[in-house]
């Protein structure tokens, strides 16, 4: 059976662009129960049409019985029948029933009732159905049902963007981790298994991510037993990747002994990258080598592709002070406390700060939720909000000329917490690495930038896209989302200008006074005692840029932030050019990989990340017989379908690929090599 329902009673909330990935893999209908938990503003609708930020819309229902335990009793058809809101122009609804919190199913009691329901006065008539012969009768009577855009946020469980913060740093590291494997099997393989494509290793990696998604493990809110497996197990998965990266790589890279950099983020690349290089490789002119045996080079490499370390020829070198570090592009400057006092832009004579106001700085609260203790973050966390601002000690790591590092050091209670500043020279953004002993109990730890900034919303990386969001609370539901999830940044632009925080594994924000706060720690006791307490290290960074997210270059930089470049030795003549690029610096190609059937063919997939329309040539390393577009399950899609108008592909040579799409459309081709 292919299933046309998406049914997923159970999870926290629902991005913008789910719409458009259900339809692109097959499905026409959606349930979740979930928003009835909503706490502040009750959903408008149980029926509606959920449109997506690239338009795609799904016929939805949220069951009015607002449980997925039914037990079919008088009192729950009652309530039924009372609440449901589209009952002027629908009289369908799905009552899911059943012990389904836990595995079990429906009860000889519970059947009873339905069939003594079926045709009972005074309540409404119950039939056992499938979801299919449902959707398509509500379908059908509800021509018309109200639309529904953006995303679904849920108003409550905000916890669950941050509690159990390996879980989902490792799963992050997975995605990557395997995505660069894929990427570079291809290159260094093609795409069959005969030539030495690892299909059946990627198959079985992804798979093995991919269940540690369920909704209690990527959230965090199941017990720690679960946790502590689910950490073994990602760092077991991305081993495995990088296993397959590295014999692609070895594959790919002729013998010597210069110093080679693989970029595996789909953007180019001109800039001071730290790494640590192999055993006997011959570094670059001009290389740094940090206090932590890391090395600072300079590189100049398309997305995807790799090749030389080079001399950073004609690049100004990066100068530290007393209380000061400097580029000549930015200019960061802290006090006494280990504090920033200001972010000045030296390129567009702009303060990043608000006037009087410091920046970097963690905050703690406490973190009692009402009720759910990994799930919640409850709003009056922000009473008892207090600044961490007396510093230990404050150390110049290294003083340039490629790479300038300052660390911060304070404690708190049992905690400790090192923040290492870090400016390279030639660069915009700038990043803190933080390496954290977290022995905090039930409390909140958040870092807080007050950008001097004026704009009424932030725009915030989802799945394939961005969503906009305000950072005012005119109404209930501004209110509700004090705090939000976003993926690696959110931007706050107004006219001309804009400053965008990013990391590499987190996920809770807050925006609402004008601030942008990155939440980083949780310290919950229930379900899983002492959750997240222990050594933490991860990287977030200020990004202050002309113009929007569009020219400020926030997605690119996000994406480099997040795939950081992997050293290797070799001897390469000239850049080894990846299995495909796009020209367009707003269509990202997101995977390249060998089809699922074993044919031989490669699965490109790419989206519009701008929001706007857009049309590209992708360029291959090898020469392109045929190119189809597909759906999400690699299937052709039928040429006047509406998926396929909106974006599409036209093959113009043997290794050109013309495409054009509308605002954050996904489009999947199958290409079959020559």
């Given at each position: 059976v292919t299933c046309r329902e998406v049914w997923i009673p159970d999870v926290f909330g629902y991005p913008a662009s789910m719409p458009q990935i259900f339809s692109l893999a097959g499905a026409n209908a959606f349930l979740t129960q979930k928003m009835s938990w909503n706490r502040t503003n009750p959903f408008p609708h149980h029926s509606f049409e959920w449109e997506g930020i690239d338009g795609t819309s799904i016929f939805t229902h949220f069951p009015p019985v607002e449980?997925?335990?039914?037990?079919?009793?008088?009192?729950?058809?009652?309530?039924?029948?009372?609440?449901?809101?589209?009952?002027?122009?629908?009289?369908?609804?799905?009552?899911?029933?059943?012990?389904?919190?836990?595995?079990?199913?429906?009860?000889?009691?519970?059947?009873?009732?339905?069939?003594?329901?079926?045709?009972?006065?005074?309540?409404?008539?119950?039939?056992?159905?499938?979801?299919?012969?449902?959707?398509?009768?509500?379908?059908?009577?509800?021509?018309?049902?109200?639309?529904?855009?953006?995303?679904?946020?849920?108003?409550?469980?905000?916890?669950?963007?941050?509690?159990?913060?390996?879980?989902?740093?490792?799963?992050?590291?997975?995605?990557?981790?395997?995505?660069?494997?894929?990427?570079?099997?291809?290159?260094?393989?093609?795409?069959?298994?005969?030539?030495?494509?690892?299909?059946?290793?990627?198959?079985?990696?992804?798979?093995?991510?991919?269940?540690?998604?369920?909704?209690?493990?990527?959230?965090?809110?199941?017990?720690?037993?679960?946790?502590?497996?689910?950490?073994?197990?990602?760092?077991?998965?991305?081993?495995?990747?990088?296993?397959?990266?590295?014999?692609?790589?070895?594959?790919?890279?002729?013998?010597g002994d210069a110093l080679v950099i693989a970029n595996p983020a789909p953007h180019d690349r001109a800039e001071i990258v730290l790494v640590e290089p192999p055993s006997g490789v011959q570094l670059p002119d001009g290389a740094q080598v940090l206090a932590d045996g890391r090395v600072a080079v300079w590189i100049e490499i398309s997305g995807g592709a790799i090749g030389r370390a080079v001399e950073a020829a004609d690049v100004r070198p990066v100068t530290v002070g007393d209380d000061f570090i400097d580029n000549g592009l930015m200019r960061v400057v802290w006090d006494a406390d280990g504090l920033l006092t200001s972010i000045r832009d030296l390129e567009h004579d702009r303060e990043v700060l608000r006037p009087g106001e410091r920046g970097n700085v963690l905050e703690l609260s406490d973190d009692f939720p009402f009720e759910f203790d990994a799930w919640d973050i409850e709003a009056y966390y922000r009473n008892s909000r207090r600044a961490l601002t007396t510093v230990d000690a404050i150390e110049v790591l290294d003083r340039g000329p490629?790479?300038?590092?300052?660390?911060?050091?304070?404690?708190?209670?049992?905690?400790?917490?090192?923040?290492?500043?870090?400016?390279?020279?030639?660069?915009?953004?700038?990043?803190?690495?933080?390496?954290?002993?977290?022995?905090?109990?039930?409390?909140?730890?958040?870092?807080?930038?007050?950008?001097?900034?004026?704009?009424?919303?932030?725009?915030?990386?989802?799945?394939?896209?961005?969503?906009?969001?305000?950072?005012?609370?005119?109404?209930?539901?501004?209110?509700?989302?004090?705090?939000?999830?976003?993926?690696?940044?959110?931007?706050?632009?107004?006219?001309?200008?804009?400053?965008?925080?990013?990391?590499?594994?987190?996920?809770?924000?807050?925006?609402?006074?004008?601030?942008?706060?990155?939440?980083?720690?949780?310290?919950?006791?229930?379900p899983a005692i002492g959750a997240d307490r222990g050594h933490h290290r991860f990287t977030y960074s200020l990004l202050a840029h002309a113009g929007d997210l569009r020219t400020g270059e926030v997605v690119q930089e996000g994406y480099r932030l997040n795939c950081p470049v992997v050293p290797c030795a070799g001897a390469p003549d000239t850049e080894i050019v990846p299995p495909v690029r796009s020209d367009h610096p707003g269509v990202v190609v997101e995977a390249v990989k060998a089809a699922e059937d074993g044919s031989g063919d490669l699965i490109v997939r790419a989206y519009e990340a701008w929001g706007g329309r857009a049309e590209a040539r992708l360029v291959f390393d090898r020469d392109i017989a045929s190119v189809a577009v597909c759906d999400l399950l690699e299937d052709a899609l039928a040429p006047d379908s509406e998926a396929a108008r909106a974006a599409t592909a036209e093959r113009i040579d043997a290794r050109t690929v013309h495409v054009a799409f509308r605002p954050f459309r996904i489009l999947t081709l199958r290409c079959r090599p020559a």
């Open positions: 449980t997925y335990n039914c037990e079919f009793d008088p009192g729950e058809l009652a309530k039924t029948s009372r609440v449901f809101r589209d009952q002027a122009r629908a009289s369908r609804s799905l009552a899911p029933f059943g012990y389904g919190d836990g595995g079990g199913g429906p009860t000889r009691e519970m059947l009873e009732r339905a069939r003594l329901a079926a045709d009972l006065e005074g309540a409404p008539r119950v039939v056992i159905e499938s979801p299919e012969e449902f959707f398509a009768a509500a379908r059908a009577e509800y021509v018309d049902p109200p639309r529904w855009c953006g995303e679904l946020y849920l108003e409550m469980h905000r916890g669950t963007y941050t509690s159990q913060a390996k879980t989902k740093a490792g799963n992050r590291a997975g995605e990557l981790a395997l995505r660069a494997a894929e990427w570079w099997s291809v290159g260094a393989f093609g795409a069959t298994e005969a030539g030495g494509y690892p299909l059946a290793a990627l198959d079985r990696a992804w798979k093995d991510l991919l269940i540690l998604q369920f909704h209690d493990i990527l959230p965090g809110s199941s017990i720690g037993w679960v946790h502590r497996e689910t950490e073994v197990a990602h760092t077991d998965i991305v081993a495995r990747a990088t296993a397959v990266r590295d014999a692609a790589l070895r594959a790919l890279v002729p013998a490629l790479c300038a590092r300052v660390r911060f050091t304070r404690r708190d209670g049992d905690s400790t917490f090192a923040q290492t500043l870090v400016v390279r020279a030639a660069a915009r953004r700038i990043d803190v690495e933080c390496d954290i002993d977290w022995q905090a109990d039930e409390s909140l730890l958040k870092v807080a930038f007050p950008v001097d900034v004026h704009a009424d919303r932030v725009a915030c990386e989802i799945q394939f896209g961005h969503v906009f969001r305000p950072t005012h609370a005119n109404t209930s539901w501004d209110e509700a989302r004090f705090e939000i999830c976003a993926h690696r940044f959110v931007d706050k632009s107004e006219s001309g200008y804009g400053v965008a925080l990013l990391n590499d594994s987190k996920y809770g924000h807050d925006v609402l006074d004008g601030s942008l706060r990155l939440t980083l720690l949780k310290a919950a006791n229930y």
